[in-house]
């Protein structure tokens, strides 16, 4: 992650758009900023949300209300409650989520 030439700002999350974005159950909602490198997102599961696909991108990524599961490939879970966080680097091990009451994330990658 490159953090240069990122000048000081505010982001108001309720300004920006939300974009649908695919699942294989539920709804992902997400509002993104891009600064440089960096893509900062809010991002709203409905309950019921199953991911469609294994992630491989890196994240770092902070649970603000919900509650979030979490399965890595090798068949670990982990289970992330509001105040909770993760974090998992570029191709480390591939992960997929759903959100079966629903959850709110920060995620910075």
């Known amino acids: 992650m490159n953090r240069q030439n990122i000048p000081f700002g505010t982001t108001d999350w309720s300004s920006v758009e939300p974009v649908e974005k695919s699942a294989q ?12 490198d960096v893509r900062v997102r809010m991002v709203e599961y409905t309950a019921g949300y199953v991911s469609d ?4 991108k890196g994240h770092i990524l902070l649970c603000l209300q919900g509650e979030l ?3 890595l ?16 680097a570029d191709n480390a091990e ?7 009451l629903g959850a709110k994330l920060f995620i910075v990658d």
């Open 73 to 88: 490939e090798d068949g670990r879970t982990f289970t992330l409650k509001a105040g909770m966080s993760y974090q998992v």
């Open 25 to 36: 159950a539920g709804k992902a909602f997400w509002r993104t900023q891009q600064f440089g």
């Open 94 to 100: 591939p992960h997929r989520s759903t959100a079966p």
């Open 69 to 71: 599961h979490t399965e």
């Open 53 to 56: 696909h294994w992630c491989v």
